[in-house]
């Protein structure tokens, strides 16, 4: 029955890592914070990536190490979008200007979600960690699918 579950959590990991391969590398050209964003996006990428292992290899630790990262990072992002730092290479959309409160949202429900998961892998349960983990995973696909072209 543990050998059951554990491998439904094991696919669902998979799913979200597979959803995460495709992320865009049009950096090209990126300049001062643009780059930096970028930068800190990719950085994001890996560190979900770490989680996901963290999560294959029970390292609750490892879990949280990455997910204070991923906190950090959600409480300056919004000092990585001035006004005016969309347009190419960027794939900032507009409407985080023109939506700033939408976006403010955005950011909030990532940076919930990164305490969210930092707080169950304290606990060292498998299912919530999990849960947690995929919380994190759909605030970051919830944000691209309105902000980012
Ligand atoms: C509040 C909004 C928001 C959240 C939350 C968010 N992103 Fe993003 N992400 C963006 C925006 C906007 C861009 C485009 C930045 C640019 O090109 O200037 C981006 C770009 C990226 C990129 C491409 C970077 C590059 O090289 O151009 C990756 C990869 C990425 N995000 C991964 C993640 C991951 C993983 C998470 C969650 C752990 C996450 N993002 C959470 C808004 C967000």
Sequence with gaps: MQFKKTFIYLN????TNI????ALHADDGAKGIVKERMDKFKTSKTLM???NKGLQNQDFNAI???ADQLLIWSKEMIKYFPEGSDGMPSEASINIWKDPDGFKTAINNFQNASLNLITKSQT???E??????RDLAGTCKGCHKKYRN
């Design 12 to 15: 669902l990991i998979l799913l």
């Design 19 to 22: 959803l995460f391969i495709n």
């Design 49 to 51: 990536q770490k989680i």
């Design 64 to 66: 949280e190490k990455s």
């Design 124 to 126: 060292k349960d498998m």
């Design 128 to 133: 919530q960690t999990v849960n947690a983990f």
